[in-house]
């Protein structure tokens, strides 16, 4: 059996809510580093697809 001392077993409910604002913390970091790669990405397949769409031509016949 694990045997803590009272001192400790008192913070365990602290250090619990520490830990998981500190996740909170990097899951909402994470969002938003997710969601600005997104934006930057979409913007760049937004121009690809209009830059493509406007250079395409028919192939040349080869006769």
Known sequence: MLAIS????LALPEQI???????A???REQASLL???RRDWGG???RASSYNA???KEPACPA
Do not use: I
């Not at 009272?6 to 077993?9: I, P, Q, V």
């Not at 809510?17 to 996740?23: C, F, I, Y």
């Open 6 to 9: 009272r001192e400790a077993a």
């Open 17 to 23: 809510r520490k830990n998981m604002s500190e996740h």
């Open 25 to 27: 913390d990097a899951n």
């Open 44 to 46: 760049m397949a937004g």
């Open 54 to 56: 406007g250079s395409r």
């Open 35 to 37: 969601q600005d790669l």
